[in-house]
């Protein structure tokens, strides 16, 4: 399983597949139907213990790298404790071009179920190097997807394998489920459909995508794709029809992920606290006529940690938010700029703070904040970290982050115009008075100590020398908590972020492109 996505292999003896006579012989570990194991096979059963390894746990879409392990092969401490296989097929060493000598992690792995021999590839988004703590990929190189697959998946047929499945920790994003052949709402330039185009047909037979924290459930380029968002909360699959005698694959359906939960709106799948509301009537909840009940096992394993963060988790801040404060990881937004505005309130003598729009994960809510809505908005370790940089090269990382489609940069203290001269865009910093910073002059930054390290690229390496780098003690998150507790009034959204005032001023939309003359 990767996020949520299972897929299912069903032998068949010559007759057509019939998906109300199937069984479900496992599902999500916290909640699953309850009912005998079938003799149908089941390829999640098995695959769920080949996973994708990944530096970081599962940025998204970005931000899921904030705060990775130190180095020192936290990988390789992790992977002694695994019981399965960690798979990680376009990972290796950068100095040999050898895969990482950790135990259990390999390329491959192939499992039998249903009588079948199911290959499972794992590889890791080309953009890893970038999207984790760089001091903890320095020793190590993402080889390219599409060549490593192809290799790989050769590998595996001539070692017998009846179906090649990859598990990558790379994705895309689709707003329609209804069809899983009609692509229109899928982004057409994701990392996965990418992928997806640039391998040969019938070179893999299904895909297990994550990392975008979003929903594919479609055919990409003849390929059948599963993404189950985030978290495991949903739950998708991939379903292989084969006849028993000639071990022929007959079909494949994608089955669209849903949330899986122990009670529904009655009459709805839906078990999403934005379904709650006074007079609402809940119901069993089942999926295929199996009642869905969670894991008693797993219950108790997570008892007391849940019952140590339940306390924290409810505690208050001291802030009240007037209304819901929005995030944009791509976009300006109330949310982002209000975090800066905290950043650089709590960092005396600092001129200017600035974050990256991956690492800011949830909405704030209206109401009175707890901890544990500020943990959910800001869920990383970092620490902050300020630094002396000329205005030239702060202009430069605001340049470039416009022209990327990554997460957007937040700014406080100060404000950017970008203009396009000729082909190339150039950025122009202003105070809040107004008056323009020029090139040479000195600031004053607090960031986050992931831009520090590299982090997306953002900030030169000249500029993060460790003599020009001061880490805070406190957390991040802890300097936004005692911050918005200094708050007087119930905050606003409008008071980060007017939409005819933007903080960032540039032409058209991100990624921003200079025609050439």
């Known amino acids: 399983m990767l996020d949520g996505s299972w897929i299912r292999a069903r032998e068949l003896a010559g007759h057509p597949s019939d998906r109300s006579t199937r069984h479900r012989e496992r599902e999500p570990a916290e909640a699953r139907p309850h009912q005998e ?21 599962d940025d998204g879409a970005e931000a899921d790298r904030e705060r990775d392990q130190p180095r020192g092969d936290p990988e390789e401490h992790r992977s002694r404790e695994a019981r399965f296989p960690l798979l990680a097929a376009n990972l290796v060493l950068a100095a040999s071009g050898r895969p990482p000598a950790w135990p ?18 794992g590889v890791t988004t080309e953009e890893t190097l970038t999207t984790t703590m760089p001091r903890n990929v ?15 998946a050769q590998g595996l047929r001539a070692r017998g394998a009846d179906l090649v499945v990859v598990a990558a920790h790379a994705g895309g994003r689709c707003q329609r489920f209804e069809d899983e052949h009609d692509t229109s709402s899928c982004e057409a330039d994701s990392e996965i459909a990418r992928l997806a185009a640039d391998l040969p047909a019938g070179s893999i037979d299904a895909i297990v995508a994550g990392h975008s924290h979003a929903g594919i459930a479609h055919w990409l380029h003849g390929i059948p794709v599963i ?17 028993a005698a000639t071990r022929r694959l007959l079909q494949r359906s994608i089955l669209a992920p849903r949330e899986i939960c122990a009670r529904v709106v009655e009459g709805t799948e839906r078990c999403d606290e934005d379904a709650i509301h006074p007079g609402v009537r809940w119901a069993p909840a089942a999926y295929e006529g199996s009642a869905v009940l969670p894991d008693a096992s797993i219950a108790r394993l997570i008892a007391p940690a849940v019952a140590g963060a339940k306390a924290q988790r409810e505690a208050l801040v001291g802030a009240t938010l007037a ?31 600035m974050l990256n729009g991956g690492g800011i994960r949830q909405d704030l809510p209206a109401g009175p904040l707890t901890y544990g809505a500020l943990y959910e908005t800001y ?3 970092n620490h902050p970290a300020v630094l002396t940089v000329p205005a030239h090269e702060l202009a430069r990382a605001v340049a470039a982050n416009l022209q990327r489609n990554n997460g957007i940069l937040s700014l406080a203290g100060l404000s950017a115009r970008a203009t396009c001269e000729r082909d190339q865009l150039r950025v122009e910093l202003r105070r809040t008075d107004g ?9 004053r930054l607090v960031t986050s100590d992931f831009l520090i390290a590299g982090g997306d690229a953002v900030l030169a390496a000249s500029a993060t020398a460790p003599g020009n780098v001061t880490l805070g003690d406190e957390t991040l998150r802890d ?16 008071s980060s972020f007017d939409p005819a005032s933007p903080r960032l001023l540039f032409p058209g939309t991100r990624p921003v492109r200079c025609p050439s003359p």
């Open 227 to 243: 993404e189950s968002f985030a978290y495991g909360r949903e739950f998708g699959r991939i379903d292989f029809t084969f006849d």
């Open 435 to 443: 008056r323009t910073v020029t090139d040479g002059e000195l600031l």
């Open 323 to 353: 209304a819901p404060i929005r995030r944009a990881s791509h976009d300006e937004s109330a949310l982002g700029n209000l975090l800066v505005d905290l950043l650089l309130h709590g960092t005396p003598g600092a001129d200017v703070a």
């Open 379 to 381: 869920p990383f370790d």
């Open 138 to 152: 320095a020793d190590l190189a993402v080889l390219p997807l599409a060549q490593t697959i192809l290799r790989e």
């Open 37 to 57: 194991p079938s003799a149908t096979g089941v390829v999640g059963c098995r695959v769920a213990r080949c996973v994708a390894s990944t530096r970081h746990h």
């Open 479 to 494: 300097v936004l908590a005692r911050e918005l507790a200094r708050r007087r009034g119930a905050i606003e959204p409008r």
């Open 104 to 121: 259990t992690v390999r390329p491959t792995a192939i499992v039998r179920v249903a009588g079948l021999a199911v290959g499972v590839i």
